[in-house]
């Protein structure tokens, strides 16, 4: 079933926008609506066409099951979840509007190392929150990371969990045509466990494509037994977490705080370099800058306040120690010495 624009939603508190959905799956269709206080929503519907009433009726139990979860997850780089709703039969699920580019429409395809960086921190945290309510994304895309402004400086937001896929039995593992660079083996055979190391690897595979600027091969690279290919010009530290998260066996992956702790900190000059990024709006850069500066004058103040204490104690000694000449200074009234002034 398909809606048209104008229609209202939960007795007029959603209204669908203009415009044709924003997505269309099998099991799902997405709408951009107004809310009765103005603001833009997403709302993401079951399809009842997908399949049979039987397994629809499980289908739907679980969507609202999963939405549930949505709601407890919150972080800031995940996008934020109302309470579902019924709408003729349909489950609805009302989201934030992310305004802003997905990272797969950034241009060039390739980011410092930097930028690239604080986006993977920042899903890396959102899957520790989805990890504490126990919920599994399995669709991390660059498609599905949205850079959000936040005064000025960009922030990486999950924005689509495909709450369909993979929820009924019938539809838990991944069609041929479905299954991308960032897709997870375990998510294409039916037998094998799915957990948060499965949006560990599609985490990892997003990096790869951020500091390389192309798509790491798939996973069936594990028929033909090939080994990931060593990322050409990264820093080594970044290389080691990609192959650690993408290891084709999910028992050899780490977990996602030990998996972070693998990424390397970011030197000043790579913050520069995210700085000057040409991508970067003017905005941003000059809050990088100040933030930079901050950076350097606290630790020319630290420093200055070292030196400066290095300095009192030398004068101090100094002060201490007896003087041979000039001949001390005798007070008028006494025939102790004067105190220093």
């Given at each position: ?24 799956s ?48 919150e ?26 580019m ?12 930097a ?34 402004s ?15 896929r993979d ?44 500091v ?73 850069k ?29 004068q ?26």
């Amino acid at each position: 079933m398909i809606w048209s624009p104008g229609k209202t939603l939960k007795n007029g508190l959603y209204t669908i926008e203009e415009g044709d959905p924003l997505k269309k799956s099998r099991l799902s269709t997405t709408y951009l609506a107004t809310s009765a206080k103005g603001h833009q929503v997403v709302i993401k519907v079951t399809n009842d066409q997908a399949i049979d009433p039987v397994d629809f009726a499980k289908l739907r139990q679980r969507f609202m099951d999963e939405a549930y979860k949505l709601v407890r997850c919150e972080s800031p780089y995940i996008v934020k979840v109302e309470a579902s709703f019924e709408e003729e039969g349909l489950v609805c699920i009302p989201m934030e509007f992310v305004s802003g580019m997905t990272l797969d429409r950034r241009n060039p395809k390739k980011m410092p190392e930097a930028e690239a960086l604080r986006y993977i921190r920042q899903m890396g945290e959102a899957l520790q929150v989805m990890e504490q309510q126990k919920f599994i994304h399995r669709d991390i895309t660059p498609q599905n990371i949205m850079l959000r402004s936040n005064e000025g400086v960009n922030e990486a937001v999950l924005i689509d969990f495909g709450l369909v896929r993979d929820l009924d039995i019938k539809v838990s593992t991944l069609l041929a045509s479905d299954v991308t660079a960032f897709t997870a083996p375990e998510l294409s055979d039916s037998g094998e466990k799915r957990g948060h190391f499965t949006d560990l690897y599609a985490l990892g595979a997003v990096l790869y494509a951020l500091v390389t600027g192309e798509n790491p091969p798939k996973a069936t690279r594990r028929k033909a037994n090939e080994k990931l290919p060593f990322p050409v010009g990264v820093n080594p530290k970044i290389a080691a977490a990609i192959e650690a998260a993408m290891q084709l066996e999910c028992v050899d992956r780490p977990k996602v705080t030990e998996w972070l702790k693998m990424l390397p900190e970011i030197p000043l000059t790579m913050l520069k370099e995210t700085i000057d990024s040409p991508q970067i709006q003017p905005e941003e850069k000059r809050k990088r800058k100040f933030e930079t500066w901050q950076i350097i004058l606290a630790g020319v103040a630290a420093i200055g306040t070292l030196i400066g204490g290095v300095g009192t104690y030398m004068q101090a000694t100094k002060s201490e120690a007896p003087k041979e000449s000039p001949a001390p200074v005798q007070s008028p009234t006494s025939s102790q010495p004067a105190k220093p002034k």
